[in-house]
């Protein structure tokens, strides 16, 4: 297992805040899971009357991409939308401190032997997934599934709490790479990692186009391909979701994409965007 090297910060006071926020994270994890879950709910309803701008924009994201909906069904989805906010806390900290055992008990895998199947042709596996709510739980369980498991992260500001979150992921994930070290990631790939890798963001014009998604324009990451074009790669989508029928969370894996990259830049961008709409549309509390 491998981490970014992240030293270990001091306990002075401008860390303070950083590690009250570490010690709080390490009680979440501590809590039983039916405990969790019910703290989660007052959670997600204080967060929903606190963060009013959050709430402005889910709402506004609801109108654009689901106007097909009744206003009441659409508030109803920012109501989930802040359940599942209310239970991301939790589902972190259980990640970063729950044994093995305890993960699988919560959550199973799907579609496994898609991703088991690409990893043994030795070209390397991008694991393309989104910014859905339960992200971490399916990292978490991919990199006790699967033979090699890393993944791309963005840096935190907070010198504590990047120092925490690296040493947690690194029991379980073999690399840790920052978003800004695309080169470590190409190799990595041409290795025969399995990098887990979420395209949902925006880093400018000069790394995006702009294609349809929900059928609105959107800045869409060029480097998704271009991942692909340089190492040889194969991509499999992998979603983790919370399926609350049976309160477990289910991590499921699709085949790999077939011709990916086509050589056609918009056609295979548009593509990965159809698969994100999909899935958003499954669960777009999540």
């Given at each position: 297992?491998?981490?970014?090297?992240?030293?270990?910060?001091?306990?002075?006071?401008?860390h303070w805040?950083?590690?009250?926020?570490?010690g709080?994270?390490?009680?979440?994890?501590?809590?039983?899971?039916?405990?969790?879950?019910?703290l989660s709910?007052?959670?997600?309803?204080?967060?929903?009357?606190?963060?009013?701008?959050?709430r402005?924009?889910?709402?506004?994201?609801?109108?654009?991409?689901?106007?097909?909906?009744?206003?009441?069904?659409?508030?109803?989805?920012?109501?989930?939308?802040?359940?599942?906010?209310?239970?991301?806390?939790?589902e972190?900290?259980?990640?970063?401190?729950?044994?093995?055992?305890?993960?699988?008990?919560?959550?199973?895998?799907?579609?496994?032997?898609?991703?088991?199947?690409?990893?043994?042709?030795?070209?390397?596996?991008?694991?393309?997934?989104?910014?859905?709510?339960?992200?971490?739980?399916?990292?978490?369980?991919?990199?006790?599934?699967?033979?090699?498991?890393?993944?791309?992260?963005?840096?935190?500001r907070s010198?504590?709490?990047?120092?925490?979150?690296?040493?947690?992921?690194?029991k379980?994930?073999?690399?840790?790479?920052?978003?800004?070290?695309?080169?470590?990631?190409?190799?990595?790939?041409?290795?025969?990692?399995m990098l887990?890798?979420?395209p949902?963001?925006?880093?400018?014009?000069?790394?995006?186009?702009?294609?349809p998604?929900?059928?609105?324009?959107?800045?869409?990451?060029?480097?998704?391909?271009r991942?692909?074009?340089?190492?040889?790669?194969?991509?499999?989508?992998?979603?983790?979701?919370?399926?609350?029928?049976?309160?477990?969370?289910?991590?499921q894996?699709?085949?790999?994409?077939?011709n990916?990259?086509?050589?056609?830049?918009?056609?295979?961008?548009?593509?990965?965007?159809?698969?994100?709409?999909?899935?958003?549309r499954?669960?777009?509390?999540?």
């Amino acid at each position: 297992m491998t981490e970014p090297a992240t030293p270990r910060p001091p306990l002075t006071p401008r860390h303070w805040p950083g590690w009250l926020a570490v010690g709080f994270l390490w009680l979440l994890g501590q809590a039983p899971r039916g405990l969790g879950m019910a703290l989660s709910v007052p959670l997600g309803w204080l967060m929903a009357r606190l963060m009013k701008g959050r709430r402005r924009i889910a709402r506004r994201n609801l109108e654009r991409c689901f106007p097909e909906l009744e206003e009441t069904r659409r508030e109803a989805l920012v109501a989930g939308c802040f359940r599942a906010l209310g239970r991301m806390p939790f589902e972190i900290s259980w990640c970063w401190s729950a044994s093995d055992q305890r993960v699988r008990r919560m959550a199973r895998c799907e579609g496994l032997a898609a991703a088991l199947d690409a990893y043994a042709e030795q070209r390397g596996v991008l694991l393309v997934t989104a910014h859905l709510t339960c992200l971490e739980i399916g990292a978490r369980l991919a990199a006790l599934d699967l033979p090699r498991a890393g993944g791309i992260y963005r840096p935190l500001r907070s010198p504590v709490l990047e120092w925490y979150q690296n040493r947690s992921r690194g029991k379980y994930a073999e690399v840790l790479i920052s978003k800004r070290d695309m080169r470590s990631a190409i190799r990595y790939l041409k290795g025969g990692g399995m990098l887990w890798y979420a395209p949902d963001q925006d880093f400018g014009p000069k790394q995006s186009l702009f294609l349809p998604f929900f059928g609105i324009p959107a800045a869409t990451l060029t480097a998704t391909a271009r991942l692909v074009e340089l190492t040889g790669c194969r991509v499999v989508p992998m979603f983790p979701r919370y399926d609350e029928a049976s309160g477990q969370y289910v991590v499921q894996f699709h085949p790999a994409l077939e011709n990916f990259p086509s050589g056609d830049s918009v056609a295979d961008l548009t593509r990965i965007n159809v698969l994100l709409e999909v899935q958003v549309r499954k669960a777009p509390e999540q």
